[in-house]
């Protein structure tokens, strides 16, 4: 079957270091990947987009890889803080023209100062 | 703008009962969604609409329904609420077609309880 995953356990890190999170697919063929940030109680926000040719993107403190042999993909968030604290989600698109985007379970990432 | 709103935050509602989630967003989106998110089983789509007058059955469409009579509006109905329908229901929006995909937009969300 057709399955996201995302580290179920929360990660905890020191302020300061580089946090590294997880998320492996099968039995998908994704031409892309969004990682996106929730926060408790509001609704997930976009922070990138990563296309199947790209093996890397970057925006500020964020880095995605995109790996289709491997089937995975790494979000980095270099020089953490304790703002960064969040639960974040990997999210395949389908294909076609529908936009549908297919989520994995998130992962609780929490900064300690 | 401002941006996907959903109505209303929280809702409790007795097994059998029926009633409509609002969704509305601003930004002349075509793409909608619908999402309900339950510990454990993150974010799974139930009904979308690639734009109005078109709508398209997700993941778990059971026990709702939905239409899509303006750019604007996307409204889900539950039926006949059961406990199972105990979540939380996000609405989400985006561009679509040449030059995407792009990125969603999600509402604040709606707290359902069904007892």
């Known amino acids: 079957s057709q399955k996201i995953e995302q580290n179920s356990e929360a990660l905890n890190i020191q302020e300061g270091k580089t946090a590294t999170l997880t998320c492996n697919y099968t039995?998908?063929?994704?031409?892309?990947l969004q990682w996106y940030r929730q926060d408790p109680g509001r609704g997930p926000v976009f922070l990138l987009l990563i296309r199947e040719n790209e093996k890397e993107k970057r925006k500020e403190r964020l880095k995605v890889t995109f790996d289709t042999t491997l089937k995975q993909s790494l979000f980095h968030i270099t020089a953490s803080q304790p703002a960064d604290s969040a639960t974040y989600l990997c999210?395949?698109?389908?294909?076609?023209?529908?936009?549908?985007?297919?989520f994995g379970t998130g992962t609780l990432l929490a900064v300690q100062p | 703008n401002a941006g996907v709103t959903q109505t209303p935050k929280f809702q409790v509602l007795k097994t059998g009962q029926s009633m409509t989630l609002q969704c509305a967003q601003d930004?002349?989106?075509?793409?909608m969604s619908w999402y309900r998110q339950d510990p454990g089983m993150g974010l799974r789509l139930i009904h979308y609409?690639?734009?109005?007058?078109?709508?398209d059955q997700g993941e778990v469409p059971n026990g709702y329904n939905v239409s899509r009579s303006t750019t604007e509006d996307f409204p889900l109905r539950l039926l006949s609420a059961a406990p199972s329908q105990t979540s939380v229901y996000f609405c989400?929006?985006?561009?679509?077609?040449?030059?995407?995909?792009?990125?969603?937009?999600f509402g604040p969300g709606t707290r359902l309880t069904v007892t």
């Open positions: 930004m002349n989106h075509e793409y």
């Open positions: 999210a395949l698109l389908e294909g076609g023209a529908t936009n549908k985007l297919i």
């Open positions: 609409s690639v734009g109005a007058g078109i709508t």
């Open positions: 039995n998908y063929s994704p031409a892309y």
């Open positions: 989400a929006s985006s561009y679509s077609g040449a030059g995407g995909p792009y990125e969603q937009y």
